[in-house]
């Protein structure tokens, strides 16, 4: 059991060892290309998510009973995790530094020739312990992440800070002992870093390949859970005197196992230092939503750039995404009342930007999403269940998020997306490129789209469509799209907008549009209609709009469609009808046919034409 242990440190710190002594850097015989998604790889990374959730569980259960084991066990230990080792800090006043990591793990957080650290063994922070990587000249952490393993920095209720300087940024990153490289490979899992619980701060930071597979593990992490705080930076509640003598009866009545350590399943204690090589029951303590702030940070070749659920007052500013196997910033499930200001996300495998369901309260402004896989911005507001669940979720759509004075630049999907929700606000953003510009859809409700740069879609510039209620179009600027602004199946106020450059219409609506306004809007452009309500069901209002500038392509018997309508036909067969026996009477007159009442005219003169005929006789 010691050999299986101990195989990942013991493989780790001999590699680095001979590495440190060798001369070049070894080439890698398997390459680090990524590995990509097949069903063999999907399948082990998968595995390896399992296993390191497994092995937090395990240091959990054991670090909640630690406590009660003696003084020794308030300082930090070490546990022997199956395929490793795992370093726990303790709770104590003052943060633990570099300084304190080449003490208490001598042999595996190890300074190399270029004054960079290599850290062999995962670092786990029980409740309330802090840690603090940062140096005054700059640090550089390289986290070993081979085939034969990986390591990571996990804090449960605690406190990271990553902290560096404008000057010299704090630089962590994977590694691969074997080539001197990042470890740039994700099918055999990758080193992460996460904070589950408890605060998370980074500053003048540089990120760089890191995590695998998961949200959990996907390179910088801030998670939580919506269950009780019993596990937050304060620490353990502290024993009452009847438990503390308890905890002594229970040392004492172990007395015969002097060295004993908390241990659990395969999981055991050992004091930290050199490495050197009991069964208890347990109960895993909740936790608090996670709370953090990033600034100036740099993150690049994560697996997701930035993760973020379950959490709280999270503040993002001033930091640029890149580069990212999926998304960059996800604030997934239950991430609340964050600000994201001045952060760029761009060149990412996913989307730029990722609004999870169940997160609310989100600001989103300053920013960029340029060049990624997917949209620039995703924001998904629909329920966690429609019905009864086995999880029982709350059944309404989540919303009050918004986008505001924002970049979305030829992004390969959309460039800001809509789905579901209620009181979205996307405003004053410039949107370039993209399939579609803004779109809207899936029963969204009250959203306001206002004051929008938006251009060169190849579809729509804006879009409304399949149940969206309540939106609210106005004061966009929609140029070079082929179709200028959509609704379809919804029911929106069209107010106040300019179009000009759509090729195909300017302002279209279609399917169940009732209840919709079209008003007050400028519209130019060269295709079949400037404004196109003929595909439309219901009453919809289109008054005062400019379409002056609009150049109608459509042929003689489109547009014969178009303004045919049974209304139109039934005024215009009335007229004809009119002009007609007009006509009629006129051409008779002129012809000398007897009018219609010339029957009733009086057979002979009247009496006193007659005398006067006599009379000049």
Not at 70 to 94: F, H, N
Not at 193 to 201: D, E, S
Not at 339 to 362: C, I, K, Y
Not at 586 to 605: E, Q
């Amino acid at each position: 059991m010691i050999m299986r242990a101990t195989r990942m440190t013991t493989a780790l710190v001999t590699t680095a060892a001979a590495l440190a002594l060798s001369s070049p850097a070894l080439a890698d015989p398997e390459g680090t290309a990524n590995a990509g998604t097949t069903a063999e790889s999907a399948e082990q990374q998968a595995a390896l998510v399992a296993g390191e959730d497994r092995r937090l569980t395990q240091v959990r259960a054991v670090t909640a009973v630690a406590p009660t084991r003696g003084l020794s066990w308030a300082k930090p230990y070490r546990l022997d995790t199956g395929d490793g080792y795992t370093l726990v800090l303790t709770q104590q006043r003052e943060p633990y530094t570099i300084a304190d990591l080449l003490r208490l793990a001598p042999q595996t957080f190890v300074r190399q020739a270029d004054g960079s650290y290599l850290l062999t063994e995962n670092l786990y922070l029980n409740s309330g312990a802090k840690l603090r990587l940062a140096n005054p000249g700059g640090l550089t952490l390289r986290m070993a992440s081979t085939t034969n393993g990986f390591v990571s920095i996990v804090s449960f209720g605690g406190g990271i800070t990553i902290e560096g300087t404008p000057q010299a940024p704090t630089k962590i990153t994977s590694w691969d002992v074997r080539t001197g490289l990042p470890d740039t490979r994700v099918d055999d899992g990758r080193a992460y870093i996460r904070a589950i619980g408890g605060q998370f701060a980074m500053s003048y930071a540089q990120i760089s390949d890191l995590g695998f597979w998961s949200g959990r593990t996907a390179g910088v992490s801030l998670t939580g859970t919506d269950r009780p705080n019993t596990g937050d930076v304060d620490g353990p509640t502290h024993l009452t005197k009847t438990q503390r003598h308890e905890a002594k009866a229970d040392r004492l009545a172990t007395d015969a196992q002097a060295d004993a350590a908390p241990g659990a399943g395969d999981v055991f204690a050992q004091p930290s230092g050199n490495l050197v090589s009991p069964d208890t029951r347990f109960d895993v303590p909740g936790l608090s939503y996670v709370s953090g702030q990033i600034s100036h940070a740099s993150i690049t070749g994560n697996a997701f750039g930035l993760f973020v659920s379950s959490a709280n007052g999270i503040s993002i500013t001033d930091t640029t995404i890149s580069h990212s196997l999926q998304d960059g910033l996800v604030l997934h499930r239950f991430a609340s009342s964050a600000d994201v200001e001045r952060v760029t996300s761009l060149d990412n495998g996913g989307d730029g930007f990722v609004l999870s369901r169940a997160a609310q309260q989100v600001r989103v402004s300053a920013s960029t999403a340029q060049g990624n896989g997917g949209n620039g911005f995703t924001v998904n507001g629909l329920p966690l269940a429609v019905g009864a669940s086995a999880s029982g979720e709350f059944v309404g759509s989540y919303g009050n998020n918004s986008i505001a004075n924002s970049v979305a630049r030829n992004n390969a999907h959309y460039g800001i997306e809509i789905i579901g929700g209620l009181n979205l606000a996307v405003q004053n953003n410039t949107v370039v490129g993209s399939d579609m510009g803004i779109v809207a859809r899936q029963g969204a409700d009250t959203v306001a789209i206002s004051g929008n740069q938006v251009s060169g879609q190849r579809r729509q510039g804006i879009a409304v469509r399949d149940g969206v209620t309540n939106a609210l179009i106005t004061g966009n600027v929609v140029s070079d799209a082929d179709n200028g602004i959509y609704v379809r199946s919804s029911v929106a106020e069209i107010r106040g907008n300019t179009v000009h450059g759509a090729t195909n219409h300017g302002i279209a609506l279609v399917d169940a549009t009732g209840g919709s306004l079209v008003t007050y809007n400028v519209v130019a452009g060269v295709g079949p209609s400037a404004l196109d309500s003929s595909r439309a069901r219901g009453d919809v209002e289109v008054e005062h709009n400019t379409i002056s500038a609009w150049h109608d392509t459509s042929s003689f018997w489109i547009r014969f469609r178009h303004y045919a309508s049974p209304m139109t036909m039934l005024w215009a067969a009335i007229i004809v009808l009119i002009i007609g026996s007009a006509a009629l009477g006129v051409r008779r007159r002129r012809a000398g046919v007897r009018g219609p009442y010339a029957n009733t005219m009086p057979l002979n003169p009247p009496a006193r034409e007659l005398v006067g005929a006599g009379t000049q006789a």
